[in-house]
């Protein structure tokens, strides 16, 4: 049922009052609305933490992988603080042995302990993920929505470098790369993001191209704003949600394209602890049954690169439930 | 209406869905009965449980879906009870289908003639021999040209009309008994509507088939309906013969929805949701206006006179010159608040082949190099004046709009603003003037107008935040303008993208000195036409949708285009009752012109039944299709 | 048709120009000496210079690079420091070792992966469903180099079924007579049985660590595609015209949703051609992939040069080859009004 109220209201060119009716309709349907109460509650970062925790409370296995993130965090931070043995502390007398209550994981040729040794690798793998996932998120992302926005020029030189990338297969650029600059991590860092970079350019550029000729982007011109303006304002922080999925999922990729490069000798070299030289190093133990020196270090491999896609996917639902696969 | 065993018989149904908040009842005690060879409408806004009804009869419910209750009984078989073998034997073969967006309807990358072959083939209507005789047959009867050339085609070769054609074959290829038609109409353009309908009614009644037409036009229905059924709800709430239901509907929903269809003598602001207290009849024969007043209407002939009057140009993509036919549209002696004159847009036309293609070419180019979207188009609108563009997609009325609008640039031509000639400033420099906040835009499509990661309050705020005002005041400013819109306070603060009723966006454009309506909404329902006049009680604005009944203006301007490819040169007629205040003629494109004069500003009823007056001052223009 | 195949092969040269410079660039990009680099780490000062002059490392910029695309289009690859010998020649050994494997681990894929979406995609909810999804979630987290070595453990180590990790053919066997250097076909048309059962053998593993790798993002593909297909309106008419199961899950859905996973299968191969280096290490296969992390170990540059181009060339025929074959099936592509 509708109903009508006579609201005095002063007109906006200043012409006085006149009675204005006012006809309240119904909403629209019955059954479907998503958001709970409608009071009025604080905008912004409040409103958005709820909705997440909602979110994640309803999903487990989102949940899960936060949860499992914020160990491999915290194994990343203090992970060297409280292993039992020194990572680089060699013992031949101890070399081989197979995991026990000593030595959880086992030992390794050399007599390290595995189990602190994974545990530390923790915060250079780590590390390496978001060094190039933040990289990568700048170089693309930006030249991305530049693109995408700008078009013409800014379009087809970036387009041209992401094909030029994308004309060669990943990981083989990325070996190039380091083998080119000097095999040292920051040059693994630097490869992955270049790698990387097709991908997040393409995905900022679409969002962005999507954005420039949106309704509310006319409106907004049309509210007078800047072309900057609008780019900053408007359309970025609707490109975001997108974006942060994407470095969730890359951060998988970008710790196994790591560990992939040194475990064919690119990158990190011995003695330190990262997962994918472990695993290079107990690749000949494990045809002759020593299998806990590569074990360890891939399983833990495969747990943060798991934890890192879930995360991933659990974020695309919450920001995007319809990009679901 | 015989007494005989009816062809379809639905008692008592009820369907149910499960989805993540529970069981939802999308159709609830509801009875339908088709007899042979009649033709039904159901009737019915969306979410009315129209086409979940269809649906069950031919049990493709989703597999969320479940018929919970009732019976459904087609030539005496049990559908509920028949197994999904039997059910596939009768679909296609006893009764079939036809749906909206009928290229979506069609296999892309599979050949229509065997597409059609496939249904035949099935349903072992031939011999594998006869098969693409039967098809190309087939495409014969729906009216298809060179139906033996056509077999060959994809569907993305083929024009909305024709694909809905194909659909048409594919449905009454095996001649079934029953075809639901679920909104076939909707989404082509209006001529070829009337081709398609007309098409279906002829092929039904020429096989006796029995149909059952679902739309949400009520117009449509009664046209092209012997019994109507009007649903609301999930529910059946009047179920008469059509000629009843326009002219003695019993329920108050159909009352509702009656008033809500635009017909001649009725304005856009008598279509608003009315109290119950009034008399359906008082309304009608208040507002209605004797055709008398409008001397333009009188005669076919007199849309030939303008025709006449203007430019003809023939067939060429672009768009003629509509002259100023003008009526002293309207009560202002003031200076006209817009002025538009001989404007042109063009844009270059990118050739096939890119610009070596151009040096090599054997022949000069059978056509211009630039393509001429508008061209020379002039029309006035004076203060207080509702102004309506219009005219089929791709006639350049967008692009007119957009050009007053001063998003983009003119290519010649004049346009006047109050005096001022702003179609000199160019579009990158107009938004920071002050001119800009005198003109504004309201969108097509609500939902795309708006940022969705805004809240609504935001998105108010927005441009008034550019324009430099302090805090409390924006917020003031806000809430009075939600109110004046009609926009409930509590949802100011809801991200728009969560918001529940993501319609009721609409309200959320605020609405300065001029308007541009650039089709705000399609017409779902009358829910819809009373949202647009409650924006429309701040600045007198309306929209109008693809629905030619909606549009409902006070003055138009004529806008040239081509016809569709399939199209034959329609002319359309005002129809008995239901067709619209205009008359439109389509021969080669043009549509008449007329006018009617601005209403006054008070109207003794407008406060108690919410008109809506403009405002001091203002004007719109609308761009509308026809 | 051909009108496509040839717009495509334009399309595809712009791809090849940037792949030369780029690979120019890299061994020119080194940091230091580029021809300290190319001498090696053992070479004398003399040897530096004899190597720049012979390389022309002493020329401006662009001179060089005219001359390093001439050595190319002459198939000179340059040397290897290790072996002596030239390097278009080593790789055009041992490219049909590494074409072998990964050919058969894609087919491995794809017989799983297709089938798996298709049947999760009608059958949603089901076991079948949530396996396809649990593969396709995990499939990716699984370091390709990880899953080999646990395979071999298993299988070699626990179980002894498969053989030891030791290249194509076991010693007792020598390769059959060359043909197109494909063991399994070679030994087909040579007609010696007990070397094409052995090839097998060998091949057995190391195509199913790639095929692993590449089921996940082929079934996720498959799944989604078939789904999306399955809900559109021209399936919703096939079902209304009462068209039978198989029909309008093979003519209608299936077709359709074959598009996008060809499409995907571009990325697939970007993927694949990586992670056949990572395979041919752990399994100590002779194919380009092993050449090239022979060199990188020996910081010998030249065939790792060469191996970069010759695998993006190879990348970029393949996408070529995808393109035409969406053309294909596509009449929409195919058509060009």
């Known amino acids: ?325 | 209406m015989s007494d005989t065993v009816p062809l379809l018989e639905v008692a008592d149904l009820t369907v149910e869905f499960s989805t993540r908040r529970g069981v939802v009842r999308a159709v609830e005690h509801v009875d339908v009965r088709v007899a042979k060879g009649e033709t039904v409408g159901i009737v019915g806004e969306s979410g009315s449980g129209k086409s979940v009804t269809s649906y069950a009869v031919m049990r493709i419910l989703d597999r969320a879906g479940r018929i919970a209750q009732g019976a459904v009984r087609f030539t005496g078989l049990d559908v509920r009870a028949a197994s999904e073998d039997q059910m596939r034997d009768l679909r296609g073969r006893e009764m079939s289908m036809i749906f909206q967006n009928p290229r979506a309807a069609l296999n892309p990358i599979r050949k229509i003639g065997r597409q059609i072959e496939d249904v035949l083939e099935q349903h072992s209507q031939a011999d594998s021999s006869m098969l693409t005789d039967r098809a190309i047959e087939m495409l014969d009867q729906v009216r298809i040209a060179r139906p033996r050339e056509r077999y060959h085609a994809y569907p993305f070769e083929l024009s909305g009309g024709m694909c809905q054609r194909v659909v048409i074959a594919l449905a009454l290829a095996c001649r079934p008994q029953l075809l639901i038609a679920d909104e076939p109409t909707t989404g082509l353009d209006v001529t070829t509507q009337k081709t398609v309908m007309d098409l279906v009614v002829e092929l039904t009644r020429q096989r006796g088939m029995s149909t059952i037409l679902i739309t949400h036009d009520l117009g449509l229905a009664a046209t092209y309906c012997d019994r109507v059924i009007v649903m609301e709800k999930g529910r059946v709430v009047e179920s008469a013969p059509s000629r009843d239901i326009f002219t003695a509907p019993a329920h108050p929903y159909t009352r509702k929805l009656m008033r809500a269809t635009p017909r001649p003598g009725v304005s856009l602001r008598d279509l608003l949701p009315q109290d119950e207290s009034d008399a359906a009849h008082d309304s009608l024969h208040r507002h209605a206006r004797p055709r008398a007043e409008h001397p333009r209407l009188s005669s076919h002939s007199e849309a030939v006179d303008v025709r006449a009057n203007g430019e003809r140009r023939s067939g060429h993509d672009g768009v003629g010159g509509a002259t100023l036919v003008f009526p002293s549209s309207g009560g202002t002696s003031t200076a006209p608040l817009l002025v538009v004159e001989k404007l042109v847009k063009e844009y270059p036309r990118k050739r096939p082949g890119g610009p070596l293609a151009k040096i090599f070419a054997r022949q000069p180019a059978p056509e211009p190099d630039t393509f001429r979207a508008v061209d020379g188009i002039s029309f006035a609108v004076a203060r207080g004046e509702s102004v309506g563009l219009v005219g089929e997609s791709g006639c350049g009325k967008s692009t007119t709009s957009t050009m007053v609008m001063r998003l983009i640039d003119k290519s010649d031509g004049v346009i006047m603003f109050d005096g001022e000639d702003i179609g000199a400033i160019p579009a990158k420099s107009f938004a920071k003037l002050p001119l800009r906040k005198r003109i504004q835009m309201v969108f097509q499509d609500p939902t795309d107008s708006l940022n969705p990661r805004f809240t609504a309050a935001r998105a108010i705020a927005d441009p008034i935040l550019r324009l430099g005002r302090r805090r409390g005041a924006v917020r003031a400013r806000c809430e009075a303008l939600a109110r004046q819109v009609g926009l409930p306070l509590d949802l100011l603060e809801d991200l728009l993208e969560n918001s529940p009723a993501w319609r009721q966006a609409q309200r959320v454009t605020h609405a300065p000195r001029m308007e541009f309506s650039g089709r705000p909404l399609t017409p779902l329902h009358k829910g819809h036409v009373g949202l647009l006049c409650t924006a429309g009680s701040l600045n007198g604005k309306f929209g109008r949708g693809r629905d030619r009944h909606v549009a409902y203006w006070e003055s138009v301007k004529v806008i040239d285009k081509t016809e569709e490819e399939d199209g034959e040169t329609v002319v359309i007629r005002e129809r008995e009752r239901f067709s619209q205040r205009l008359t439109l003629l389509y021969a080669d494109g043009r549509i008449a012109l007329l006018s009617e004069k601005p209403r006054g500003k008070s109207d003794e009823n407008e406060a108690a039944h919410g008109k809506c007056p403009p405002q001091n001052g203002e004007a719109h223009v609308c761009a509308a299709d026809s | 048709m051909l009108r496509m195949i040839a717009k495509r092969m334009l399309i595809a040269v712009p791809s090849l120009v940037g792949v030369v410079i780029v690979t120019f660039l890299l061994t020119r990009a080194l940091p230091g000496d580029p021809a300290a680099y190319f001498a090696g780490p053992a070479a004398t000062k003399e040897a530096i210079e004899q190597i720049r002059v012979k390389l022309g490392l002493d020329q401006p910029l662009y001179l060089q690079f005219i001359r390093y695309v001439g050595d190319l289009a002459g198939g000179d690859l340059g040397n290897s420091l290790t072996t002596g010998q030239s390097v278009a020649h080593e790789i055009k050994t041992r490219l049909p070792a590494s074409a072998e494997l990964t050919l058969l681990g894609l087919m491995v894929s794809m017989a799983i992966a297709v089938p798996l979406g298709i049947v999760a995609a009608t059958r949603p909810n089901s076991l079948v469903d949530h396996l396809c999804r649990v593969i396709s979630t995990a499939g990716v987290s699984l370091p390709v180099f990880f899953t080999g070595l646990i395979l071999i453990y298993v299988f070699y180590y626990l179980l002894g079924w498969a053989p030891a990790p030791l290249g194509r053919l076991d010693v007792f066997f020598s390769p059959p007579p060359h043909v197109t250097g494909f063991y399994l076909i070679d030994s087909l048309i040579a007609g010696e049985g007990e070397v094409f059962a052995a090839s097998l053998k060998q091949l057995v593993l190391p195509a199913i660590t790639l095929g692993i790798f590449a089921l996940a993002p082929i079934a996720r593909m498959t799944r989604a595609s078939m789904l999306a297909v399955l809900a559109s309106d021209f399936v919703r008419t096939a079902r209304a015209s009462g068209l039978a199961p198989l029909t309008v899950v093979v003519t209608y859905a299936f077709r359709n949703a074959m598009l996008p996973v060809v499409t995907t299968l571009g990325m697939v191969f970007s993927f694949l051609l990586g992670a056949n280096v990572l395979v041919e290490k752990v399994f100590a296969w002779p194919g380009i992939g092993s050449f090239a992390v022979e060199a990188l170990i020996a910081s010998d540059f030249a065939p790792l040069q060469g191996f970069v181009l010759t695998m993006a060339v190879m990348y970029v025929a393949l996408n070529l080859l995808i393109d035409v074959l969406y053309g294909v099936i596509d009449p929409r592509v195919r058509i060009e009004a």
Request: charged share 15%; net charge neutral.
């Open chain 1, 1 to 325: 049922m509708s109903k009508a109220a006579s609201i005095p209201e002063s007109s906006p060119q200043g012409g006085g009052e006149h009675a204005v009716s006012v006809a309240t309709l119904r909403p629209a349907s019955t059954g479907s609305a998503s958001a709970p109460a409608l009071a009025p509650r604080n905008i912004g970062i409040f409103a958005a933490l709820r909705h997440a925790r909602y979110i994640l409370g309803e999903n487990a296995v989102t949940g899960f992988a936060f949860a499992l993130f914020l160990v491999i965090v915290l194994a990343a931070l203090l992970g060297p603080y409280l292993v039992p043995y020194d990572p680089l502390a060699s013992d031949t007398v101890a070399a081989l042995k197979s995991p026990s209550v000593a030595h959880w994981f086992g030992t390794d040729q050399l007599g390290r302990d595995v189990f602190s040794r994974v545990v530390v690798a923790t915060r250079l793998d780590f590390f390496i993920a978001i060094a190039s996932v933040a990289l990568v998120f700048l170089m693309g992302g930006l030249a991305g929505v530049a693109a995408g926005f700008f078009g013409g020029w800014t379009d087809r030189l970036v387009g041209r470098v992401a094909d030029t990338i994308m004309a060669f297969p990943l990981f083989v650029l990325a070996m190039g790369i380091v083998a080119a600059l000097g095999n040292t991590v920051e040059n693994v860092v630097l490869a992955t993001a270049i790698v990387n970079f097709p991908l997040y350019a393409r995905i900022a550029r679409a969002e962005a191209n999507v954005r420039r000729e949106a309704g509310f982007v006319l409106a907004a011109r049309l509210s007078g704003n800047s072309e900057m303006r609008i780019l900053l304002a408007h359309v970025l922080p609707n490109i975001m949600p997108i974006m942060v999925v994407q470095m969730s999922l890359t951060m998988g990729y970008a710790i196994l394209n790591a560990a992939g490069l040194s475990f064919i000798g690119l990158g990190v070299r011995p003695p330190t602890a990262e997962w994918g030289i472990m695993v290079a190093e107990g690749a000949a133990f494990m045809v002759s049954g020593e299998w806990w020196i590569a074990f360890f270090p891939g399983a833990a491999l495969m747990v943060a690169v798991f934890c890192f896609n879930l995360l991933g996917d659990g974020l695309r639902d919450i920001v995007d439930p319809q990009r679901r696969t």
